[in-house]
């Protein structure tokens, strides 16, 4: 069955260390998207992409950057990390951008001392 | 920009009675709405996709209404069980931007 896969699951890291967050989907879907949730906040968009070579800024993105180098994948990558970017963090894909059922992963829980 | 909110934020009911959850949405100029499960520590399974050219969507237990116009769609769970207990959230998709989120509500089904 096709699915969508994040690592690591759960990560614990330091301030100021760079992190890299994993999503690999194998629907062959062309658009991907990074979501994080925060009790309070519920989901916000972080970056997304519709395509290979296609980066998009989100609601929340400063601090956080993406590339998109093939369809099965989209790293989440967080320069250096901050506490506030303690969070949740979901990847999810779809095959139409706004008609398309979307498609999530398990989450990857972050954690910045 | 589409704002998307969700009412009641915590909901809880006895098992075996009918209940409905409310969204809203400020843009009615949409291309679909989803509702959501989230169970906790999972990630979102999506329940029911209505496209703006329809009305309602049916699964099993779930129907789920759309009014455009007013801006509000609505969650029908029927027969309610503990095993519906999760956070339900919707999403709506309109203009150039992906899906936006509500908060969702946290339903307690009590057996």
């Known amino acids: 069955d096709a699915e969508i896969t994040q690592s690591p699951r759960h990560k614990i890291t330091e301030t100021g260390r760079q992190v890299t967050l994993a999503c690999h989907q194998t629907?062959?879907?062309?658009?991907m998207f990074w979501y994080r949730q925060d009790l309070g906040h519920g989901l916000r968009l972080i970056h997304y992409s519709y395509g290979v070579q296609d980066t998009n800024k989100g609601e929340v993105s400063d601090g956080y950057s993406v590339s998109r180098s093939n369809t099965e994948d989209l790293p989440l990558t967080l320069e250096s990390a901050a506490s506030s970017q303690t969070s949740v963090y979901f990847c999810?894909?779809?095959?139409?951008?706004?008609?398309?059922?979307?498609?999530f992963g398990e989450g990857s829980r972050l954690t910045v001392l | 920009k589409q704002e998307v909110t969700q009412i009641p934020a915590a909901l809880s009911v006895p098992e075996g009675e009918n209940l409905v959850l409310n969204c809203s949405f400020t843009?009615?100029?949409?291309?679909?709405l989803q509702w959501f499960r989230q169970d906790p520590g999972k990630g979102l399974t999506s329940l029911l996709l209505i496209q703006s050219s329809q009305r309602e969507q049916t699964s099993g237990r779930l129907n789920a209404s759309l009014d455009k116009s007013s801006g509000r769609s609505t969650l029908y769970i029927a027969a309610s069980q503990p095993g519906d207990s999760a956070t339900y959230l919707c999403?709506?998709?309109?203009?150039?931007?992906?899906?936006?989120f509500g908060k969702g509500t946290r339903l307690s089904v009590i057996a």
């Open positions: 843009d009615s100029a949409i291309y679909n």
């Open positions: 999403a709506v998709a309109s203009g150039n931007t992906p899906l936006v």
């Open positions: 999810a894909s779809s095959a139409a951008i706004n008609t398309g059922e979307l498609f």
């Open positions: 629907w062959n879907h062309n658009n």
